[in-house]
């Protein structure tokens, strides 16, 4: 059974860094899918940062240089290091793998298994 566990959200203020963590339990990266999603209230999710089959990134538009997603496969760990944070950042950050893609656009309906979540809050 795939599990995902997130940590390392919180609250700082305006231009802090966060650096978020994923653990994943009976799941083995290879190359699939993997990525980064946030949740605000009253929106929908959208996609953070994914890393394809090939090791190449993508980012949301609105991640304009500031986050950066990496991963070590050998631990099964997917990190996000986020940046010069906003309160526009403020939301529940969830991770995700694909069961089954090598590559995979950015948004939610190509993953097949999230984390819980893990929240951040940014203050002005």
């Known amino acids: 059974q795939v599990q995902l566990v997130e940590s390392g959200g919180g609250s700082v203020q305006s231009g802090g860094s966060l650096k978020l963590s994923c653990v994943a339990s009976?799941?083995?990266?290879?190359?699939?899918?993997m990525g980064w999603f946030r949740q605000a209230p009253g929106k929908e999710r959208e996609g953070v940062a994914e890393?394809?089959?090939?090791?190449?990134?993508l980012y949301g538009d609105f991640v304009k240089g500031r986050f950066t997603i990496s991963r070590a496969s050998a631990d099964n760990i997917l990190y996000l290091q986020m940046n010069s944070l906003t309160p526009e950042d403020t939301a529940m950050y969830f991770c995700?793998?694909?069961?089954?893609?090598?590559?995979?656009?950015?948004?939610?309906?190509?993953?097949?298994?999230w984390g819980q979540g893990t929240l951040v809050t940014v203050s002005s």
């Open positions: 995700a793998v694909s069961g089954d893609r090598y590559f995979c656009p950015l948004r939610p309906e190509p993953y097949d298994y």
């Open positions: 890393i394809l089959s090939d090791g190449s990134t």
């Open positions: 009976g799941y083995t990266f290879g190359h699939k899918c």
